[in-house]
């Protein structure tokens, strides 16, 4: 999580800002506001200048992303500030409106003139100086988005992130924003049941439309993911494994089961991670599935572990002479006990493991080991020691 900056960002003006809330002395010029600071709260100035047909008065903004939190603020002294910015790269908002106090409190009108600050680095603990900044005169955008296979293509959310700006499509799909800062701005286009459009890097310049190309928005078909059991491991020695689960961001929902069918399994919220305890032991299939705000689902998605609990067992060890090519085993011996040839000491072990095999068997006599690799899943080894 970013932490707050612990100065602030400042810019000031050759002109006061009293803002709505305020008054004009008209003998003055000047703002007369007793609840505004008289400076800024802390060192460093962020200025910017304004033109003459500019009131004084309307400059307004805010950090992209923070617009009801972080707003421009102002001080009698003629200075601008944000406080609280979070470290890192942030985008500002500035905006004016060139018409007179008095109309503009009556009735508020779009920015005439305005601007995007592209990566303002605020530093944890360091205030900010922006600058001198020019408001040039606002642009515009227009543009059109289709749904697909649709013949009303009204009621489309088209907006610019973390901004003021939004707008709805009419039936034709078309679209116009003005009163935009000038700048580069993403917009995106969205519509309950269909995938998200977006446009990526809109310039916009200082008394001009900008037209976008036409869009079409995909209908949705659910959202979409993965799991992975055990961080990728191939196997477990325990039934309880960890999952991390990932998802498109449409997703909300999410079941996990090795059961395809999801039998009596109710929707949980989405999460990043979660575990599973399998019931047996085995090669296992792991599903998910994710539903999005809509209720579409996804289509299964799954992952295999194999589940390895019980140890290799041993179903025969019995000893035999070496005395010839076909030694006869005497049955019953549990123990280690020593049937002794004249040649040596011939061993038989079959073992088996149903789920991983044999990695390695190790055999040994008075001390002397023999061990094998790669034994295999079910197999029987005789050795001989002389």
């Known amino acids: 999580?970013?932490?707050?900056?612990?100065?602030?960002?400042?810019?000031?003006?050759?002109?006061?800002?009293?803002?709505?809330?305020?008054?004009?002395?008209?003998?003055?010029?000047?703002?007369?506001?007793?609840?505004?600071?008289?400076?800024?709260?802390?060192?460093?100035?962020?200025?910017?200048?304004?033109d003459g047909s500019i009131d004084p008065c309307s400059v307004y903004g805010y950090v992209v992303g923070y617009q009801a939190a972080l707003r421009v603020a102002r001080a009698t002294d003629g200075s601008f500030y944000v406080s609280n910015v979070p470290a890192g790269e942030v985008d500002i908002v500035i905006n004016a409106v060139g018409t007179s106090l008095g109309t503009w409190l009556n009735s508020p009108a779009l920015p005439t003139h305005g601007v995007r600050?592209?990566?303002?680095?605020?530093?944890?603990?360091?205030?900010?100086?922006?600058?001198k900044i020019d408001l040039p005169r606002v642009g515009s955008i227009a543009?059109?988005?289709?749904?697909?296979?649709?013949?009303?293509?009204?009621?489309?959310?088209?907006?610019?992130?973390?901004?003021?700006?939004?707008?709805?499509?009419?039936?034709?799909?078309?679209?116009?924003f003005t009163g935009v800062p000038v700048g580069e701005h993403n917009l995106y286009l969205e519509k309950d049941g269909y995938h998200r459009g977006q446009f990526e890097k809109v310039v916009?310049?200082?008394?001009?439309?900008?037209?976008l190309d036409d869009a079409t928005l995909i209908i949705s078909t659910?959202?979409?993911?993965?799991?992975?059991?055990?961080?990728?491991?191939?196997?477990?020695?325990?039934?309880?494994v960890s999952v991390i689960i990932g998802a498109s961001e449409k997703a909300v929902l999410m079941k996990v089961s090795e059961d395809i069918a999801f039998t009596n399994l109710d929707w949980s919220p989405l999460t990043s991670t979660t575990?599973?305890?399998?019931?047996?032991?085995?090669?296992?299939?792991?599903?998910v599935k994710f539903a999005d705000a809509n209720g579409l689902?996804?289509?299964?998605?799954?992952?295999?572990?194999?589940?390895?609990?019980?140890?290799?067992?041993?179903?025969?060890?019995?000893?035999?002479?070496c005395s010839s090519s076909s030694p006869s085993y005497p049955t019953g011996i549990d123990s280690m006990a020593v049937i002794q040839g004249p040649t040596g000491l011939d061993l038989a072990i079959a073992y088996s493991d149903s789920v991983m095999g044999i990695a390695n068997i190790s055999m040994s006599i008075a001390g002397s080991t023999n061990v094998e690799s790669n034994a295999g899943t079910l197999s029987t080894k005789r050795r001989s020691f002389h």
């Open 1 to 50: 999580m970013l932490k707050p900056l612990l100065g602030v960002i400042l810019f000031a003006a050759n002109l006061l800002n009293c803002g709505k809330d305020v008054k004009q002395d008209p003998s003055t010029g000047s703002c007369v506001a007793t609840a505004l600071p008289a400076t800024p709260p802390a060192a460093g100035i962020f200025t910017f200048s304004l």
């Open 117 to 131: 600050l592209k990566k303002v680095r605020a530093l944890n603990g360091v205030n900010t100086e922006g600058g």
């Open 143 to 176: 543009g059109k988005v289709h749904l697909n296979g649709q013949t009303d293509h009204s009621g489309i959310d088209v907006y610019i992130p973390g901004t003021e700006y939004i707008s709805k499509t009419d039936g034709e799909g078309r679209f116009a």
């Open 204 to 211: 916009v310049k200082a008394g001009s439309e900008t037209t």
């Open 222 to 240: 659910g959202a979409s993911g993965f799991l992975v059991p055990e961080n990728g491991a191939s196997f477990k020695n325990s039934r309880d």
């Open 275 to 287: 575990s599973y305890k399998f019931d047996s032991d085995g090669a296992k299939m792991l599903y």
């Open 297 to 321: 689902e996804s289509s299964p998605y799954s992952s295999t572990i194999k589940i390895d609990t019980t140890p290799p067992s041993v179903t025969t060890f019995r000893f035999g002479t």
